[in-house]
């Protein structure tokens, strides 16, 4: 459960914070969505891939951290196994709520009934004047700095569809021969159509800064193995048990 609200010095000043790496809270949860300064560093551990908003027509990217609806194979405990982390998993138990629809300012809420919430220990919010501690301030600096980069991954994905360069891909996996899964509903770049770009769009996308991203997209498609891995090792456990 969760209980989302505003944050004030009044009703929270004697809120306290536990920061720890918990993300169990995304164990259902097997695409997280991402920001393309997180592309090179994820990579090196998950595949990266695009799903559409069928009423919007919108991109976003995601990591994909595993290969069926439901089960985040690196979420199902609390001790988190990678070496990398997506940024906006730091948010939590913070967020940024818009105060209305036509409006750009936003709260910031905390989500009350989290177990990283306390009384008696961890990270204070206010100190005794009823002022924001530099804790909440980073806390807000990075909720701001996150939301600021899904916008500028919302634009980039944008981009890379006008060009065409996004294609619907299917995968077939099989799980050592126990199980056959198929994965449908995501895009990749389309290494074909970027390689066959026109000069002066190509050299557009290395002035824009996206040529990085995009290889590291393509080449984090290869850590699908390892999610299949994850995923059998995860099946042998449940059978045991």
Same mark, same amino acid.
Not at 66 to 71: F, H, Q, S, V
Not at 82 to 91: D, K, R
Not at 106 to 124: A, E, H, K, L, R
Not at 152 to 159: A, C, D, F, L, V
């Given at each position: 459960m969760t %209980?989302?609200?505003?944050? %004030?010095?009044? /009703?929270?000043?004697?809120? =306290?914070?536990?920061?720890?790496?918990?993300?169990?809270?995304?164990?259902?949860?097997?695409?997280?969505?991402?920001?393309? /300064?997180?592309? $090179?560093?994820?990579?090196?551990?998950f595949p990266i891939a695009f799903v559409k908003n069928t009423e919007t027509g919108q991109f976003t990217a995601v990591a994909m951290m595993? +290969?069926?609806? &439901?089960?985040n194979l690196y979420c199902q405990t609390a001790n988190w196994p990678?070496?990398?982390?997506?940024?906006?998993?730091? %948010?939590y138990p913070f967020s940024l709520v818009k105060q209305s629809e036509d409006d750009d300012n936003?709260?910031?809420?905390?989500?009350?009934?989290?177990?990283?919430? %306390?009384?008696?220990? &961890?990270?204070?919010l206010f100190d005794d004047k009823g002022?924001?501690?530099?804790?909440? =301030?980073?806390?807000?600096e990075h909720l701001l700095d996150v939301a600021e980069r899904h916008e500028?991954?919302?634009? $980039?994905? /944008?981009?890379l569809a006008n060009k065409k360069l996004l294609t619907l891909k299917s995968l077939n996996i099989n799980l050592a021969g126990e199980e056959k899964l198929s994965l449908n509903g995501l895009y990749v770049i389309d290494e074909k159509k970027l390689e066959a770009l026109p000069d002066d769009e190509f050299n557009e996308?290395?002035? =824009?800064?996206?040529?990085? $991203? $995009?290889y590291a997209h393509l080449s984090s498609m290869h850590q699908i193995a390892r999610?299949?891995? +994850? /995923?059998?090792?995860?099946?042998?456990?449940?059978?045991?048990n």
């Open positions: %209980n989302i609200v505003p944050l %004030n010095h009044q /009703q929270h000043a004697a809120l =306290k914070v536990q920061d720890k790496k918990d993300f169990t809270r995304f164990k259902e949860q097997h695409l997280i969505p991402v920001v393309v /300064q997180d592309f $090179i560093p994820l990579a090196a551990e595993g +290969l069926k609806p &439901g089960i990678a070496e990398v982390i997506p940024s906006s998993f730091f %948010n936003c709260f910031v809420c905390i989500d009350t009934d989290s177990s990283m919430i %306390n009384n008696d220990s &961890g990270q204070t002022e924001q501690t530099d804790y909440l =301030k980073a806390r807000t500028q991954t919302s634009g $980039i994905m /944008q981009y996308l290395r002035s =824009k800064g996206l040529l990085p $991203i $995009i999610l299949a891995k +994850l /995923q059998i090792n995860l099946n042998k456990s449940s059978a045991e």
